[in-house]
């Protein structure tokens, strides 16, 4: 029975996430922290005894600065890669490079983490998660499904609103529960997928 395995991983902590901006397609690399949580996903993945055949990230250096790290602690660093702004972060639009606490005190709680989290209102400017689902999914679907389904093992590295966006998908949950998921920096999430592309198995890296 041929492995289909999909190991989503969202970038370690990038700098703007650090001073806690809105980043979006704004394009910060690692902090420190952010290497070192990589390099962990990695170790983490290795330790379940995990090679890959293929790898997707985003077009923004977080996400292939951290598939890059991952790929070297598992001793992978040729694997083919395919980049594509497909799996780019929610754009923040003009939420891009202000501080996540400024706009709480601008706009109120409840207003950005409607913005935030929410699975249909954009940010001023910018995408809800179903705007990034609308060019998350088709890609997904696309080019890098078949793929698993053929038993290429894959591992993507990409954003914390890209990846919900997916997830929501492979997890077939609802507005309402997609709300309250959150994604922590540098955690794979190992999905064994059934030949009708339906979740079989999901194991959380996390701790
Ligand atoms: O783009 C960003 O600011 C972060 O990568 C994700 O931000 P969020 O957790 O506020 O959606």
Redesign the pocket.
């Given at each position: 029975m041929s492995d289909r395995l999909l190991v989503l991983v969202r970038h370690g902590q990038?700098d703007?996430?650090l001073k806690n901006?809105?980043?979006?397609w704004?394009d910060p690399d690692l902090t420190e922290q952010g290497i070192a949580e990589a390099k962990e996903a990695g170790r983490k993945l290795k330790a379940q005894g995990l090679t890959f055949d293929v790898a997707f990230t985003s077009d923004l250096t977080r996400a292939q600065h951290t598939l890059k790290l991952m790929l070297a602690e598992i001793g992978q660093t040729g694997l083919p890669t395919t980049k594509n702004l497909a799996l780019n972060?929610?754009d923040?639009g003009d939420l891009?490079g202000l501080n996540?606490d400024d706009a709480r005190k601008k706009w109120g709680e409840d207003q950005v983490l409607v913005w935030?989290?929410s699975y249909d209102v954009p940010p001023p400017g910018g995408e809800s998660l179903k705007d990034t689902l609308a060019r998350a999914l088709p890609y997904y679907v696309q080019e890098i499904l078949p793929g698993v389904l053929r038993g290429q093992r894959t591992l993507v590295a990409a954003?914390?609103?890209s990846l919900r966006a997916l997830i929501m998908v492979l997890e077939k949950l609802t507005p309402e529960q997609i709300l309250k998921r959150?994604l922590a920096t540098g955690v794979p999430v190992i999905y064994r997928l059934n030949a009708d592309s339906t979740v079989a198995t999901k194991v959380d890296l996390a701790a």
């Amino acid at each position: 029975m041929s492995d289909r395995l999909l190991v989503l991983v969202r970038h370690g902590q990038s700098d703007w996430n650090l001073k806690n901006l809105f980043t979006g397609w704004k394009d910060p690399d690692l902090t420190e922290q952010g290497i070192a949580e990589a390099k962990e996903a990695g170790r983490k993945l290795k330790a379940q005894g995990l090679t890959f055949d293929v790898a997707f990230t985003s077009d923004l250096t977080r996400a292939q600065h951290t598939l890059k790290l991952m790929l070297a602690e598992i001793g992978q660093t040729g694997l083919p890669t395919t980049k594509n702004l497909a799996l780019n972060e929610r754009d923040y639009g003009d939420l891009s490079g202000l501080n996540k606490d400024d706009a709480r005190k601008k706009w109120g709680e409840d207003q950005v983490l409607v913005w935030r989290r929410s699975y249909d209102v954009p940010p001023p400017g910018g995408e809800s998660l179903k705007d990034t689902l609308a060019r998350a999914l088709p890609y997904y679907v696309q080019e890098i499904l078949p793929g698993v389904l053929r038993g290429q093992r894959t591992l993507v590295a990409a954003h914390g609103n890209s990846l919900r966006a997916l997830i929501m998908v492979l997890e077939k949950l609802t507005p309402e529960q997609i709300l309250k998921r959150e994604l922590a920096t540098g955690v794979p999430v190992i999905y064994r997928l059934n030949a009708d592309s339906t979740v079989a198995t999901k194991v959380d890296l996390a701790a």
